[in-house]
């Protein structure tokens, strides 16, 4: 099975933009609910956007407004749009799949840092 592949990752300063990417294939891929979570270092992982396979997407409170996820399903690619980060957003950024039967996928995860 094709792995998620997240790419996008790397340094920002705070109030700065970054592009996340999570690259994958499979005819199902338009059928799969797919989102963006992350984790810091000794905190649990979590959730901060989703988009279902009609496109209704769901953020985090703490991202509304500044983030923006979405879908391209003829390239298989899912995208998160950050702006204005802050140091809070600094942290490891993973890409979820879910498909109809219920199976979750992660990606690898691709690192934010924020500069000083």
Do not use: H
Request: proline fraction near 3%.
């Amino acid at each position: 099975q094709v792995p998620l592949v997240e790419s996008g990752g790397g340094l920002v300063q705070p109030g700065g933009s970054l592009t996340l990417s999570c690259a994958t294939s499979g005819i199902i891929f338009r059928l799969n609910t797919m989102g963006w979570y992350r984790q810091a270092p000794g905190k649990e992982r979590e959730l901060v956007a989703t988009i279902s396979s009609g496109g209704i997407t769901d953020y985090a409170d703490s991202v509304k407004g500044r983030f923006t996820i979405s879908r391209d399903n003829a390239k298989n690619t899912m995208y998160l749009q950050m702006d204005s980060l802050n140091t809070e957003d600094a942290t490891i950024y993973y890409c979820r799949e879910d498909d109809p039967r219920g199976q979750v996928r992660w990606g690898q995860g691709t690192q934010v840092t924020a500069s000083a």
